[in-house]
């Protein structure tokens, strides 16, 4: 099938995408071709949406130890364990909702939501709990403003840095620029209006690439996009990191590169921290080559960091200390 007629395909030739994908592909199935995932591989798919969603939890305000998340059953009783909550619920179902991605992205997007806002009658100030009753599902609208994309300031973990991503990258003063300040300032999020017309394109473009009728772009390149935009986009007026984390997941195993979700990128995004986060979605927001090339290759380099998790897992397991 030619490739020319899918919009995403010529991202997937930018400046260190292809070395991206290759990467990624190659991290992703020595995973697969692990010795425990013949026998465990359930267990392994248990664990990484148990990290993932801690991670993703991190990302959006509450940094929990994971044995800490693992050992709570009660998330309401403040706004972290209500985050925590939140990116469970929302990982417990994502792999369920396939088969509704492939026809409406939309509802997929809506049904992340109402999960992350879970039961409000289980929100203690009155206020909150109407205010997240009326707003759970939907997009935001004209006037409402989302919350913070990035409320705490994770640093990278010892080790790891952006330089991977950038070194695949050409320099900044060759053709083309980042197209962010430097600081990772993101712009304001758009307009109700503007997140409807931009949330319908994007849903048109996955129904169509995953109908048949187009191809050419890796997984590693959907994803990243659905990612991307949802972030940029913010259409929620909160856990709009959660959902749009939880997107990336779906896309990548509806598309084939992770079908058994062992992949937990959130895990990588905390390790390469918030600053590198923030700076590469402000590359995203650019809309330049070398923005949308160094936002793709940071997704990248998260996911093959996630794999290097699961791997941790599948080697403890291996040895019976899981």
């Excluded at 044995?67 to 209500?82: I, M, N, P, Q, T």
Aim: aromatic share 4%; glycine share 10%.
């Amino acid at each position: 099938m030619s490739t020319g007629t899918d919009p995403l395909a010529p991202l997937a030739e930018l400046p260190g995408v292809p070395e991206s994908v290759a990467e990624v592909r190659k991290a992703v199935d020595r995973l697969y071709g692990h010795r425990v995932m013949r026998r465990r591989a359930p267990e392994v798919t248990s664990e990484a949406a148990l990290r993932g969603a801690r991670a993703s939890a991190a990302l959006s305000g509450a940094d929990w130890p994971l044995e800490e998340v693992r050992r709570r059953s009660d998330f309401s009783a403040g706004a972290e364990e209500r985050t925590v909550g939140a990116a469970l619920r929302i990982s417990a179902e994502a792999g369920q909702l396939l088969s509704v991605w492939r026809t409406s992205p939309l509802q997929v997007l809506a049904r992340l939501h109402l999960l992350a806002a879970g039961d409000p009658s289980a929100v203690a100030d009155p206020t909150a709990a109407r205010e997240a009753s009326t707003a759970a599902g939907r997009p935001r609208r004209s006037g409402e403003s989302p919350e913070e994309l990035f409320p705490l300031d994770l640093a990278a973990a010892q080790g790891v840095a952006a330089a991977p991503v950038d070194a695949l990258l050409p320099p900044s003063g060759s053709s083309g620029s980042s197209g962010s300040s430097g600081d990772g300032a993101l712009p304001p999020a758009p307009p109700a209006t503007e997140v409807a017309a931009r949330l319908d394109q994007l849903a048109q473009l996955l129904v169509t690439r995953l109908s048949g009728a187009q191809g050419g772009a890796p997984a590693l390149v959907t994803a990243a996009v659905v990612h991307g935009e949802l972030l940029a986009l913010r259409p929620f007026g909160n856990y709009n990191g959660l959902v749009a984390r939880a997107a990336q997941r779906i896309v990548l195993i509806a598309e084939g590169l992770d079908p058994k979700a062992i992949c937990p990128a959130e895990v990588g995004l905390v390790e390469l921290g918030t600053a590198a986060y923030r700076e590469a979605l402000a590359g995203y927001v650019s809309g330049t080559p070398q923005g949308l090339a160094r936002w793709i290759a940071h997704c990248g380099l998260a996911l093959r960091l996630g794999v290097r998790e699961s791997t941790a897992v599948c080697e403890a397991m291996q040895r019976g200390m899981v």
